[in-house]
């Protein structure tokens, strides 16, 4: 609350407003002899600066840099990343082709890396990233990935299970989120799930409800893709904490 009135005995508290956030991004692509990189980020570029800071140290862990700061230079963390996939890739690949003749050695493929964050879905009160990648290193397939994950925009903080779903709800969420599951991504057909539980991805809130997924193999196989889902808010209602329901009503 930023300030509050007494009005014949009752107290009227206004809220903070919501900060606005203003965006931009930053996009690296470039090929060697040993990988093709392609990635792009958003992030925020002006707003409050703890939110802005907070913001960014959100942005950058779910790019993989878990100790950000949230001061780094975004274009210099990609190029970072990039040396650093580079020279693994090299030293993997000429280990792995040390053996073939000097044509294969040639010819030999590329390692390939991909990370796409953006900004999914603004809400007054939050702001939902959408992250797909996926990293190969040889052989049939990479590994892939898709997730959300949201951030409270009073504070730039991610929001991670424990602040979208109470925690003595949890265990009370698996039927519903398997039902739904069923419905929206396997057309009813339980064939498909090897073994169910929550998935270690966190929950995002987008614009119709909580959405849920998980990662290749993570309960099904392969070609199964990357189950998700979308519980709508008015099925979650007694699952949500107090905290994410005054951000979402905002």
């Given at each position: 609350?930023?300030?509050?009135?007494?009005?014949?005995?009752?107290?009227?508290?206004?809220?903070?407003?919501?900060?606005?956030?203003?965006?931009?991004s930053v996009t690296y692509e470039v090929s060697d002899e040993w990988l093709e990189y392609n990635v792009k980020l958003v992030y925020p570029k002006e707003g409050p600066e703890d939110v802005v800071k907070n913001m960014r140290k959100a942005?950058?862990?779910?790019?993989?840099?878990?100790?950000?700061?949230?001061?780094?230079?975004?274009?210099?963390?990609?190029?970072?990343?990039?040396?650093?996939?580079?020279?693994?890739?090299?030293?993997?690949?000429?280990?792995?082709?040390?053996?073939?003749?000097?044509?294969?050695?040639?010819?030999?493929?590329?390692?390939?890396?991909?990370?796409?964050?953006?900004?999914?879905?603004?809400?007054?009160?939050?702001?939902?990233?959408?992250?797909?990648?996926?990293?190969?290193?040889?052989?049939?397939?990479?590994?892939?990935?898709?997730?959300?994950?949201?951030?409270?925009?009073?504070?730039?903080?991610?929001?991670?299970?424990?602040?979208?779903?109470?925690?003595?709800?949890?265990?009370?969420?698996?039927?519903?989120?398997?039902?739904?599951?069923?419905?929206?991504?396997?057309?009813?057909?339980?064939?498909?799930?090897?073994?169910?539980?929550?998935?270690?991805?966190?929950?995002?809130?987008?614009?119709?409800?909580?959405?849920?997924?998980?990662?290749?193999?993570?309960?099904?196989a392969y070609a199964a893709g990357m189950p998700e889902c979308v519980i709508p808010y008015d099925k979650m209602n007694d699952f949500l904490t107090e905290e994410v329901k005054a951000i979402i009503n905002k």
């Amino acid at each position: 609350a930023v300030d509050s009135d007494s009005v014949g005995g009752t107290v009227l508290t206004e809220e903070a407003p919501v900060p606005e956030i203003k965006y931009d991004s930053v996009t690296y692509e470039v090929s060697d002899e040993w990988l093709e990189y392609n990635v792009k980020l958003v992030y925020p570029k002006e707003g409050p600066e703890d939110v802005v800071k907070n913001m960014r140290k959100a942005i950058l862990a779910n790019f993989g840099l878990k100790q950000s700061t949230g001061e780094e230079d975004f274009k210099q963390v990609l190029v970072k990343d990039y040396k650093k996939h580079s020279a693994e890739a090299k030293s993997e690949l000429e280990e792995l082709f040390a053996e073939m003749d000097e044509e294969d050695r040639v010819n030999h493929p590329k390692y390939g890396y991909e990370d796409d964050i953006t900004l999914e879905y603004a809400a007054p009160g939050y702001a939902t990233f959408y992250s797909i990648g996926d990293d190969y290193r040889a052989g049939a397939h990479g590994m892939p990935w898709q997730y959300r994950f949201t951030i409270d925009l009073q504070t730039g903080n991610q929001l991670k299970w424990a602040d979208i779903i109470l925690p003595s709800a949890k265990g009370k969420l698996k039927p519903l989120l398997k039902r739904t599951l069923l419905e929206q991504y396997f057309e009813n057909n339980e064939d498909y799930i090897d073994h169910f539980d929550l998935p270690g991805a966190e929950p995002a809130l987008v614009e119709n409800g909580v959405w849920f997924g998980y990662g290749a193999y993570e309960i099904a196989a392969y070609a199964a893709g990357m189950p998700e889902c979308v519980i709508p808010y008015d099925k979650m209602n007694d699952f949500l904490t107090e905290e994410v329901k005054a951000i979402i009503n905002k």
